[in-house]
């Protein structure tokens, strides 16, 4: 067995992982509880400064649609942002409730893994 720690989505997850049998039935990995990360607490941005949420670009691409808007109220799941990668269109969803502090890109944009496309509060 081997134990490893995987960040997901900024959650820790202590892994442990058992060497299969060959057969297709090997066991899966097992996830142990996440570990508590600590959080900041949000601020209050000023209007039209970013917000204390950054929703950044998972991958590169191109910027296909912006749908939200600096003001507007979003639920968590909401779609802020289509980006196309590799001729796919990944909608980029807003990770909490919020408002919309800015929208950091523009259709036709070009963006890096990492950039800041929105900002909430």
Not at 44 to 69: E, R, Y
Not at 83 to 97: G, S, Y
């Amino acid at each position: 067995m081997k134990s490893y720690t995987i960040t997901v989505n900024g959650t820790v997850y202590d892994v442990t992982v058992e060497e299969g049998t060959g057969s297709t039935a090997a066991p899966a990995a097992r996830a142990a509880a996440p570990k508590a990360a600590p959080k900041a607490a949000p601020k209050a941005a000023p209007a039209g400064a970013q917000g204390a949420v950054k929703v950044t670009a998972p991958m590169q691409g191109k910027i296909l649609k912006t749908v939200a808007a600096p003001g507007a109220a979003v639920k968590k799941g909401d779609v802020l942002i289509v980006l196309e990668a590799m001729k796919m269109e990944n909608e980029i969803c807003a990770p909490q409730d919020g408002t919309v502090a800015t929208v950091e890109c523009s259709v036709g944009d070009s963006v890096e893994t990492g950039k800041v496309l929105v900002s909430m509060n």
